[in-house]
Every structure is written in structure tokens, then in C-alpha cells.
């Protein structure tokens, strides 16, 4: 089972580009790496998934390196809007044996400040 | 609004009282999960039915139960809780690919259970 670890929080100024780590050194074969964004009373929200190498899509830019032991995910430009709780996962494969195993990271609190 | 749905959005419960927690997407997926978040600890995945077969139970107490009649619905059945399983309950659900689960989940906005 991937076990996550996160920054517990960071701070950036609105108009920096932020990046986020997530270290999952024990990653399966077959698991991607999914990111999410999380505000106060609601669930997560999507934000980008990869396998390998370097994703890119409208509101986010994720890299994993060759070992995959770690992801990073690159947020452009923050605003205000972007301060939340940001989760990485790991997993998604099936194993074989009846079982997905899907790890959530302990998640970073973003505080964009003006 | 994501397109998942669930009932009560708060739930107050005691101990010996028996209640269910209700999941409904409108997306036309094939995999639905229940995830347990309480205060400072990561998401818990709890339960994953894909096709509407139970695929995961990631050694849930029996005091949850969980139902899924057909793959738009799912339910968490809840009997004789403790006051520890007070948490935020989420349902996601997510269009699975052969072999893969987990794909982009669109989550509900949760029941908030309290446990007397």
C-alpha cells in the first residue's frame, strides 16, 4: 500500500507559480498519481492525473520523475481563489485479489495572501 | 455542483439508533466509493463498487454497511456507531477504465455525522 507524505501547509503570494511535493516512495507499478483541491464543506475536485513524466492541462502542470518516488504539482499564477487543501492520491490499479488500493496524502493547506 | 448527490447533508445520530446515508450520481458512471474524512486525518476509502460489484473494503467494522441496487445509487447503512465514527462522509463516484479505478472521481459535498 503507497503511503503519502505531504507538506502540511504553505504560503505564496498571489501571482507566484506554487509547487506542491508529494513523496509516495513505495509506489506500485500499475498506480497513477492523482491530485485534488479541497475547500472547506465541500468535496474534492479533480485537479490533474499522470502516470509518468510531465502533465499539463488548463489549471495545472504535474511532474513525476523517472522513479515515480515523488510528484510535483505546479500551480500557475495563484490567486486568492486557490487557497484550499490540496490532496495527492496514489493507487488505482487493480491488484488481483478484489482490490483497488487508492491512498490519499494527510493533504497541504495552501494560504494564497494578497 | 459536480453532478453527486447526497442526503442528509448533517446527520445526528445515537449510539444504539440505525440510519442510512444516501449517494446518488447523475453522470453515468460505472464505480461509486465511500470515503470517511475526520479532523486531521487523510481520506479514509472505505468502500469501492465498480459495476456494482463491492471491489474494496478496506477492513470497514460491520457497524457500516454498505448497498449499492444499481450503479446510479449507494448507500451506507449505519448500526450501533461509536462517538469516534463522528466524520465527514463522502460518496465519489467515476467512470472506470478496464483494470483501473480511481480515475478522475467526482466527489459529493458529504454528510457531516455526528455520533452521541
Known amino acids: 500500500l503507497a503511503k503519502t507524505t505531504q507538506p502540511i501547509s504553505m504560503d505564496s503570494y498571489e501571482g507566484q507559480e506554487v509547487n506542491i511535493t508529494c513523496s509516495h516512495n513505495n509506489i506500485a507499478t500499475n498506480d497513477y498519481i492523482t491530485w485534488y483541491q479541497q475547500f472547506p464543506s465541500q468535496g474534492p475536485r479533480f485537479i490533474i492525473q499522470?502516470?509518468?513524466t510531465k502533465v499539463t492541462n488548463e489549471v495545472a502542470s504535474l511532474f513525476i520523475p523517472a522513479d515515480r518516488k515523488s510528484s510535483t504539482l505546479s500551480l500557475p499564477r495563484v490567486s486568492l481563489s486557490d487557497t484550499a487543501v490540496y490532496y495527492c492520491l496514489v493507487g488505482g490499479a487493480y491488484s488481483g485479489a478484489g482490490s483497488y488500493q487508492l491512498t490519499f496524502g494527510k493533504g497541504t493547506k495552501l494560504s494564497v495572501i494578497p | 455542483e459536480t453532478g453527486v448527490t447526497q442526503t442528509p447533508r448533517h446527520l445526528v445520530m445515537g449510539m444504539t439508533n440505525k440510519k442510512s446515508l444516501k449517494c446518488e450520481q447523475h453522470l453515468g458512471h460505472n464505480a461509486m466509493y465511500w470515503y470517511k474524512q475526520s479532523a486531521k486525518k487523510p481520506l479514509e476509502l472505505m468502500f469501492v463498487y465498480s459495476l456494482e460489484e463491492r471491489v474494496e473494503n478496506n477492513s470497514v467494522p460491520s457497524r457500516f454497511s454498505p448497498e449499492c441496487p444499481n450503479s446510479s445509487h449507494l448507500f451506507l447503512h449505519l448500526h450501533t456507531l461509536q462517538p469516534e465514527d463522528s466524520a465527514l462522509y463522502l460518496c465519489?463516484?467515476?467512470?472506470?477504465?478496464?483494470?483501473?479505478?480511481?480515475?478522475?472521481?467526482?466527489f459529493g459535498p458529504g454528510t457531516r455525522l455526528t455520533v452521541l
Open positions: 465519489a463516484s467515476s467512470q472506470d477504465k478496464r483494470g483501473l479505478a480511481g480515475g478522475e472521481q467526482f
Open positions: 499522470g502516470y509518468k
